[in-house]
């Protein structure tokens, strides 16, 4: 593979690939550009032309913005902690060998199989509902007041909601990282006299580093445009306690039908996601070495 | 130190009975090789040892005391892996350290020791590598040298060297030897190579479907294999077992000669032959020959000019015949 012919032979072929995902990514990103200068609401279809950049002063002077960077952090952070945390113990509990484990198997991935806005319905209707819901029920027998999640805490019924959609993505990938775990080094470390919470620490946790950098990024990645979820269920309330960047621009877009205004947002989205992965590449980053 | 015995120690997986019930006794400072084909449960019975497996029944006991249930970290035995089983994160000094900072030892205590491990291994240029930038030699040294620092009571190797090429082997199998003349403490090695077993053990237990066949030094086992299994799987080349009529004259069911108890002649002879393939050594010519009783191994000078299709004729030693009866246990 390494003649100069193949080597321009392989280019040759690639390019139409590239070229075509290369104008899939500049032309909305380029429009996205143009519209976040312009006045462009549609509301207001004669009032066109170069704003000064009133588009991304006026979103990020909106009451909401700082709560909503702050909610998508916080959502973010929330269920990466949240999955990879119970995604390394559903992963060692199902790593055992038990009766039944390959149907055990397919139920614990089987959230990921649920739309996210159908999965969000059954959480609000189903469980959450602080009338009908399991949970009202659940309070209702042990004789406490039922507790309105989505309306005294959006946000942490969201993440709790997220969490678990993205929880089987997490095992699964951690499962396959543990079953790669040769037992030959476990039993090393129990000769050597280190107890199961020792092997943990020392031995499968430095082994699942890797498989965690790869959870974390890409769901860092997915979280950050959580929608749906929200749309279904708090609307982005009570006020601005449950919106988040991707809602915002949302609300700006579709509620307020300013075009311009919502393009600036999402070019600050872009800014922001880029910033978080910088951060994510420093701190975690080099797990992804050999 | 270092005295293990076993008391009709059985091992079951579910219905198969994968030891059916064990007695060994272990000397201290004794080099042990347990050595069998394949799937003879050598494995396992030094897993067993190590604590690694539960038995099924039975008593293992360390220096005298009762070590059947406890935890192989408490049993005081250090176990060299197939596959090395370093841990890949950690640096060969990390490595080396890490029993010794699971017993909670302080940190210039666990410097002094490993230092002393890896002087004693040549592994001092090595210590701040991970075990990936190692050759397969230098991780085995490695693995070794995890062994040592605990000062075990034992030491367990199982097939510690068949991962490694045959040149590397050899020299190994020497540091081996040479580690356990310098440390005295008593070592168990399990292997599935006869060789290793003859050169290495002060005494050889061989192994078939969990029974032990026979129990003594590498020389008893050649001169006096005590039935046709042993006869067979020691020595390199393999044992001539003869059956039928020829035996019988012998008054035994089955006959064995060695490759070298059997005299070549162009001209006269007791058997009468033709050779099938020579390999010449250059210090030993072995030839293969077919006869009226199949193929015979036998081993000649470095010098001798036989060649393929030549006809030649075959005399044994009688001082050095084994005999084996009907149950192919050895008549004396």
Same mark, same amino acid.
Not at chain 1, 146 to 171: E, H, K, N, R
């Given at each position: 593979?390494?003649?100069?012919?193949?080597?321009?032979?392989?280019?040759?072929?690639?390019?139409?690939?590239?070229?075509?995902?290369?104008?899939?990514?500049?032309?909305?990103?380029?429009?996205?550009?143009?519209?976040?200068?312009?006045?462009?609401?549609?509301?207001?279809?004669?009032?066109?032309?170069?704003?000064?950049?009133?588009?991304?002063?006026?979103?990020?002077?909106?009451?909401?913005?700082?709560?909503?960077?702050?909610?998508?952090?916080?959502?973010?952070?929330?269920?990466?902690?949240?999955?990879?945390?119970?995604?390394?113990?559903?992963?060692?509990?199902?790593?055992?060998?038990?009766?039944?484990?390959?149907?055990?198997?397919?139920?614990?991935?089987?959230?990921?199989?649920?739309?996210?806005?159908?999965?969000?319905?059954?959480?609000?209707?189903?469980?959450?509902?602080?009338?009908?819901?399991?949970?009202?029920?659940?309070?209702?027998?042990?004789?406490?007041?039922?507790?309105?999640?989505?309306?005294?805490?959006?946000? *942490?019924? #969201? &993440?709790?909601?997220?969490?678990?959609?993205? %929880?089987?993505? @997490?095992?699964?990938?951690? /499962?396959? =990282?543990?079953?790669?775990?040769?037992?030959?080094?476990?039993?090393?470390?129990?000769?050597?006299?280190?107890?199961?919470?020792?092997?943990?620490?020392?031995?499968?946790?430095?082994?699942?580093?890797?498989?965690?950098?790869?959870?974390?990024?890409?769901?860092?990645?997915?979280?950050?445009?959580?929608?749906?979820?929200?749309?279904?269920?708090?609307?982005?309330?009570?006020?601005?306690?449950?919106?988040?960047?991707?809602?915002?621009?949302?609300?700006?877009?579709?509620?307020?039908?300013?075009?311009?205004?919502?393009?600036?947002?999402?070019?600050? *989205?872009? #800014? &922001?996601?880029?910033?978080?992965?910088?951060? %994510?590449?420093? @701190?975690?980053?080099?797990? /992804?070495? =050999? | 130190?270092?005295?293990?015995?076993?008391?009709?120690?059985?091992?079951?997986?579910?219905?198969?009975?994968?030891?059916?019930?064990?007695?060994?006794?272990?000397?201290?400072?004794?080099?042990?090789?347990?050595?069998?084909?394949?799937?003879?449960?050598?494995?396992?019975?030094?897993?067993?040892?190590?604590?690694?497996?539960?038995?099924?029944?039975?008593?293992?006991?360390?220096?005298?005391?009762?070590?059947?249930?406890?935890?192989?970290?408490?049993?005081?035995?250090?176990?060299?892996?197939?596959?090395?089983?370093?841990?890949?994160?950690?640096?060969?000094?990390?490595?080396?350290?890490?029993?010794?900072?699971?017993?909670?030892?302080?940190?210039?205590?666990?410097?002094?020791?490993?230092?002393?491990?890896?002087?004693?291994?040549?592994?001092?240029?090595?210590?701040?590598?991970?075990?990936?930038?190692?050759?397969?030699?230098?991780?085995?040294?490695?693995?070794?040298?995890?062994?040592?620092?605990?000062?075990?009571?034992?030491?367990?190797?199982?097939?510690?060297?068949?991962?490694?090429?045959?040149?590397?082997?050899?020299?190994?199998?020497?540091?081996?030897?040479?580690?356990?003349?310098?440390?005295?403490?008593?070592?168990?090695?399990?292997?599935?190579?006869?060789?290793?077993?003859?050169?290495?053990?002060?005494?050889?237990?061989?192994?078939?479907?969990?029974?032990?066949?026979?129990?003594?030094?590498?020389?008893?086992?050649?001169?006096?294999?005590?039935?046709?299994?042993?006869?067979?799987?020691?020595?390199?080349?393999?044992?001539?077992?003869?059956?039928?009529?020829?035996?019988?004259?012998?008054?035994?069911?089955?006959?064995?000669?060695?490759?070298?108890?059997?005299?070549?002649?162009?001209?006269?002879?007791?058997?009468?032959?033709?050779?099938?393939?020579?390999?010449?050594?250059?210090?030993?010519?072995?030839?293969?020959?077919?006869?009226?009783?199949?193929?015979?191994?036998?081993?000649?000078?470095?010098?001798?000019?036989?060649?393929?299709?030549?006809?030649?004729?075959?005399?044994?030693?009688?001082?050095?015949?084994?005999?084996?009866?009907?149950?192919?246990?050895?008549?004396?």
């Amino acid at each position: 593979m390494s003649t100069q012919s193949s080597r321009a032979t392989a280019r040759l072929m690639l390019s139409p690939t590239v070229i075509l995902l290369l104008i899939w990514m500049i032309v909305p990103l380029a429009l996205t550009l143009w519209f976040s200068t312009q006045r462009y609401n549609l509301l207001y279809p004669d009032r066109q032309g170069f704003n000064d950049f009133a588009n991304y002063t006026r979103f990020i002077a909106t009451p909401a913005f700082t709560a909503a960077i702050i909610n998508t952090l916080v959502l973010v952070l929330g269920v990466l902690v949240i999955t990879v945390v119970l995604g390394i113990l559903i992963a060692l509990l199902i790593d055992q060998p038990l009766w039944g484990q390959g149907p055990v198997r397919i139920l614990v991935i089987s959230p990921f199989f649920i739309m996210p806005p159908v999965a969000a319905l059954i959480w609000k209707n189903m469980f959450m509902n602080p009338t009908n819901g399991l949970f009202a029920e659940a309070a209702k027998y042990l004789g406490l007041p039922p507790f309105d999640f989505l309306g005294a805490a959006p946000l *942490a019924s #969201i &993440i709790l909601i997220v969490a678990w959609q993205w %929880l089987p993505f @997490a095992t699964l990938i951690l /499962l396959t =990282a543990l079953q790669s775990l040769s037992s030959e080094e476990l039993e090393a470390a129990e000769m050597d006299g280190a107890p199961p919470v020792k092997r943990f620490w020392y031995i499968m946790l430095p082994h699942l580093a890797r498989s965690i950098t790869v959870v974390v990024l890409i769901q860092t990645i997915f979280l950050m445009g959580i929608f749906g979820e929200i749309l279904v269920t708090t609307n982005g309330g009570p006020g601005s306690a449950s919106t988040t960047l991707p809602f915002l621009i949302y609300k700006e877009a579709l509620l307020d039908f300013d075009a311009g205004t919502a393009a600036a947002g999402g070019v600050v *989205a872009v #800014i &922001i996601a880029n910033i978080v992965a910088i951060f %994510l590449m420093r @701190a975690i980053g080099k797990n /992804l070495d =050999a | 130190m270092g005295q293990i015995t076993l008391k009709q120690v059985r091992k079951s997986f579910g219905d198969v009975h994968v030891i059916p019930g064990v007695d060994l006794r272990i000397e201290e400072g004794e080099f042990v090789v347990f050595v069998g084909p394949s799937g003879c449960g050598k494995s396992t019975l030094l897993r067993l040892i190590a604590g690694l497996e539960d038995t099924t029944s039975g008593t293992i006991e360390i220096d005298g005391k009762d070590a059947t249930y406890l935890p192989p970290a408490k049993r005081g035995l250090a176990m060299v892996f197939q596959s090395y089983a370093l841990y890949p994160h950690m640096s060969v000094r990390k490595n080396i350290a890490f029993p010794l900072k699971m017993a909670g030892l302080d940190q210039a205590e666990i410097d002094r020791k490993v230092e002393g491990a890896a002087k004693v291994l040549n592994l001092n240029s090595y210590l701040d590598r991970r075990p990936g930038q190692l050759s397969g030699g230098q991780r085995q040294r490695v693995a070794i040298g995890r062994a040592i620092v605990r000062s075990p009571q034992a030491f367990l190797f199982d097939e510690p060297l068949s991962n490694l090429d045959a040149a590397l082997r050899v020299n190994m199998r020497l540091e081996i030897s040479e580690l356990h003349q310098k440390l005295k403490t008593t070592m168990i090695y399990v292997t599935h190579d006869q060789v290793e077993a003859m050169t290495m053990a002060d005494k050889i237990v061989v192994l078939q479907a969990g029974r032990i066949e026979q129990v003594g030094t590498p020389m008893e086992l050649y001169k006096t294999p005590a039935n046709v299994f042993v006869a067979g799987f020691i020595g390199s080349p393999k044992m001539n077992l003869i059956a039928g009529a020829e035996a019988a004259k012998h008054g035994a069911t089955t006959i064995g000669i060695r490759p070298e108890h059997v005299q070549v002649s162009a001209t006269s002879g007791l058997w009468q032959g033709r050779v099938g393939v020579s390999e010449h050594l250059g210090s030993d010519t072995f030839l293969h020959v077919t006869t009226d009783m199949g193929l015979l191994n036998v081993r000649a000078g470095g010098d001798v000019a036989l060649y393929h299709g030549d006809t030649v004729w075959l005399t044994p030693d009688l001082a050095h015949l084994h005999r084996f009866d009907a149950k192919g246990l050895a008549i004396r």
